[in-house]
């Protein structure tokens, strides 16, 4: 819990940590903050790639990174290319392992029933946001302890229909 109170008194501007990155490709752009106050750190394409309606394509970063221990990169959907295009990650948000040393790909999906989208080199077409995490000791017990919500869920607080679930 210490921890925990230690980031709430930093809130005030994001902690800066030293992230090694290697080029793998002459096109290959950093990862960039747009703007002082951005989560995200712009990811670049290195690749051409048409998307067909409802099609999907692993985008090549050009890149590959050392992330510390203890911290985990979060590849997320921008979401301008969402709004104007149906274009997003598939598996938002992607996981980069701060042990893996391969090129960062981002699994970009077009959701858009009609239009394909094409994604040129330079394009910045997700964001990484970098945060610490914990690992849990799992350990196995008969009874968990009591909470408010117990055991509902699913819709359980209301707004959408419930038909079907618990
Ligand atoms: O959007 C992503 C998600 C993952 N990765 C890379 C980094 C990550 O460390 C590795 C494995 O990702 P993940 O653990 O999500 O994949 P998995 O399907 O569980 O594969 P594995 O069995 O290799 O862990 O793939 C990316 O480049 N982009």
């Known amino acids: 819990m210490r921890g925990l109170r230690g980031r709430a ?3 005030a501007a994001p902690v800066r940590i030293a992230v090694a990155v290697r080029r793998l490709h002459p096109d290959a752009v950093l990862p960039r903050y747009s703007t002082d106050g951005d989560a995200g750190a712009d990811l670049t394409s290195v690749a051409e ?3 067909r309606p409802g099609c999907r394509a ?3 970063t050009g890149l590959a990174l050392s992330l510390p221990p203890g911290t985990v990169g979060l590849v997320h959907p921008r979401s301008g290319l969402a709004a104007r295009h149906g274009v997003t990650v598939v598996n938002a948000p ?4 701060s042990g893996y040393r391969g090129e960062v ?7 858009d029933p009609t239009d394909e989208f ?5 394009d910045r077409i997700a964001q990484l946001v970098v945060q610490e995490y914990f690992h849990a000791d799992f350990s ?3 009874s968990l302890p009591g909470s408010a919500r117990g055991e509902t869920g699913h819709g359980s607080t209301g707004g959408f229909g419930a038909a079907g679930l618990p």
């Open 94 to 97: 992607g996981t980069v392992d």
């Open 140 to 142: 196995e017990v008969d």
């Open 9 to 11: 008194d930093r809130v």
């Open 105 to 111: 790909l981002v699994n970009l999906v077009n959701l």
């Open 118 to 122: 094409t994604v040129h080199v330079g």
């Open 58 to 60: 692993l985008v090549p």
């Open 49 to 51: 790639v048409t998307l």
